[in-house]
């Protein structure tokens, strides 16, 4: 998967999160840091991180993500395709 359809995905996600207004005030923030952190690291030159920096930063988005499936399907779903996504860029 290219680098843009991750940014549509990204895209996507951003629009279920905005029309999804019974998410938590904490869940909502949680995914917007996880967006913002993706978003960075995408907006980064050279390597994308470190084996440290990976290693939590999927630890966090897969957080988030089973935060999301279990109570918000929709931004569960938008979610993991951003998660595939950025597994098949390796990051």
Known sequence: MSEKALREHL???HAE???TPTVDPALRKLLRET???IQEA?????PTQSPSESESF?????ETLQH???????LGA???RVTNALSDLGI
Request: net charge negative; no cysteine; glycine share 4%.
């Open 68 to 74: 999301f499936e279990a109570e918000h399907p929709a």
């Open 11 to 13: 895209n996507t996600l």
């Open 42 to 46: 995408l907006d980064r030159p050279g």
């Open 58 to 62: 999927a630890d966090r988005l897969t």
């Open 35 to 37: 967006v913002r952190d």
């Open 17 to 19: 999160l905005e029309a």
């Open 78 to 80: 938008a979610l993991r």
